[in-house]
T-cell receptor
Framework: GQQLNQSPQSMFIQEGEDVSMNCTSSSIFNTWLWYKQDPGEGPVLLIALYKAGELTSNGRLTAQFGITRKDSFLNISASIPSDVGIYFCAGQLFRAAGNKLTFGGGTRVLVKP | GAGVSQSPSNKVTEKGKDVELRCDPI?????LYWYRQSLGQGLEFLIYFQGNSAPDKSGLPSDRFSAERTGGSVSTLTIQRTQQEDSAVYLCASSSRGDTQYFGPGTRLTVL
């Protein structure tokens, strides 16, 4: 099925570092979402963005809805060990197309040994 | 419970057998979604139920896959004549009138 292009696929972090990941699409979405998935669990919503250009924060997380409506990024500031996991972006045509989510391939965040 | 629950958490089956996966959505949520997550991949939409409307089946990969939702609550995803490529984690999500989707923990299906 269709997926968004999410990068990087994986990254190593050191505690205290800032990290950044992004997502691009060939299609326009009117909602962008960022989820985190821990092993053996379903994705948990971190941030939702509803307007082009919107910049939203949730604690140490900041995400932006691209002005073209075809991209989004997520920043994590001052990373801590519990930030390890897989982060997914998802695009949604809210109130259309069944509200189904189209997911990126994920960014696996790992701790530097 | 407060969240979406799914059962079983793990299912191992032999190629060619049928399997049923169950989802209990959050009470009162009218929308229910099934997604599939292959190893190391993002989630792929399968099917969507909203109230009493006809389901959106546009994501089902073949006619071996079907799903139903009884009484507007519990949903069952059925895979007939399972194949090895069906091995994946099957995730269910529910939402209230199309708002934030809350995911269950998933069922890990392994087809031998």
């Amino acid at each position: 099925g269709q997926q968004l292009n999410q990068s990087p696929q994986s990254m190593f972090i050191q505690e205290g570092e800032d990290v950044s990941m992004n997502c691009t699409s060939s299609s326009i979405f009117n909602t962008w979402l960022w989820y985190k998935q821990d092993p053996g669990e379903g994705p948990v919503l971190l941030i939702a963005l509803y307007k082009a250009g919107e910049l939203t924060s949730n604690g140490r997380l900041t995400a932006q809805f691209g002005i073209t409506r075809k991209d989004s990024f997520l920043n994590i500031s001052a990373s801590i060990p519990s930030d390890v996991g897989i982060y997914f972006c998802a695009g949604q045509l809210f109130r259309a197309a069944g509200n189904k989510l189209t997911f990126g391939g994920g960014t696996r965040v790992l701790v530097k040994p | 419970g407060a969240g979406v629950s799914q059962s079983p958490s793990n299912k191992v089956t032999e190629k060619g057998k049928d399997v049923e996966l169950r989802c209990d959505p959050i009470s009162g949520h009218t929308a229910l979604y099934w997604y599939r997550q292959s190893l190391g991949q993002g989630l792929e939409f399968l099917i969507y139920f909203q109230g009493n409307s006809a389901p959106d089946k546009s994501g089902l990969p073949s006619d071996r896959f079907s799903a139903e939702r009884t009484g507007g609550s519990v949903s069952t995803l059925t895979i007939q004549r399972t194949q090895q490529e069906d091995s994946a984690v099957y995730l269910c999500a529910s939402s209230s009138r199309g708002d934030t989707q809350y995911f269950g923990p998933g069922t890990r299906l392994t087809v031998l």
